[in-house]
């Protein structure tokens, strides 16, 4: 944002021996810029959506996991976050759907092994996370970091 607002000044000097004064008068700005802003940074712990080791399954599991992100916007910044579908999503990857998302093993080619699961902005799971301004989080900066949790959940 930038604002300005215009001023005057008068200056008035009194000249010696007289009762007269002579004026002048100048014109000048005053400026201000306020740069909004909003930057991520990965705590150092906790930052991830980590589901830890877990036993191979041949019934269904649900696993749950919370990941944290840290975002400091200036005070009265709107902001939103969106999260893609990540890299195995296929072509909703910019805009993934809830069963989309999913993880490698690592493995090229026959042995690779594919893990579904959603990412939600809430604990119950009722909130999918999403990457468009329907299914994203907004919100407005305070001037100091927030965190905001990432739940994740593998059910299969």
Same mark, same amino acid.
């Given at each position: 944002?930038?604002?300005?607002?215009? #001023? #005057? #000044?008068?200056?008035?000097?009194?000249?010696?021996?007289?009762?007269?004064? #002579? /004026?002048?008068?100048?014109?000048?700005?005053?400026?201000?810029?306020?740069? =909004?802003?909003?930057?991520?940074?990965?705590?150092?712990?906790?930052?991830?959506?980590?589901?830890?080791?877990?036993?191979?399954?041949?019934?269904?599991?649900?696993?749950?996991? =919370?990941?944290?992100?840290?975002?400091?916007?200036?005070?009265?910044?709107?902001?939103?976050?969106?999260?893609?579908?990540?890299?195995?999503?296929?072509?909703?990857?910019?805009?993934?759907?809830?069963?989309?998302? /999913?993880?490698?093993?690592?493995?090229?080619?026959?042995?690779?092994?594919?893990?579904?699961?959603?990412?939600? /902005?809430?604990?119950?799971?009722? /909130?999918?996370?999403?990457?468009?301004?329907?299914?994203?989080?907004?919100?407005?900066?305070?001037?100091?970091?927030?965190?905001?949790?990432?739940?994740?959940?593998?059910?299969?």
């Amino acid at each position: 944002m930038h604002f300005k607002h215009w #001023a #005057a #000044a008068t200056a008035a000097a009194a000249i010696c021996g007289s009762a007269a004064a #002579a /004026q002048a008068t100048t014109d000048f700005d005053v400026l201000l810029t306020i740069g =909004e802003s909003c930057t991520f940074s990965a705590k150092a712990t906790a930052n991830n959506v980590d589901f830890g080791s877990k036993p191979r399954a041949s019934s269904p599991v649900k696993y749950e996991a =919370e990941g944290k992100l840290s975002l400091d916007c200036s005070e009265g910044t709107a902001y939103y976050i969106g999260l893609n579908g990540g890299g195995f999503a296929g072509p909703d990857i910019a805009d993934p759907k809830p069963g989309v998302r /999913q993880m490698s093993n690592g493995v090229a080619g026959a042995g690779v092994v594919y893990v579904k699961y959603d990412l939600f /902005q809430d604990a119950l799971h009722t /909130q999918f996370w999403g990457n468009t301004k329907a299914n994203g989080k907004g919100g407005t900066g305070t001037g100091k970091p927030v965190d905001i949790s990432v739940y994740g959940l593998v059910t299969n």
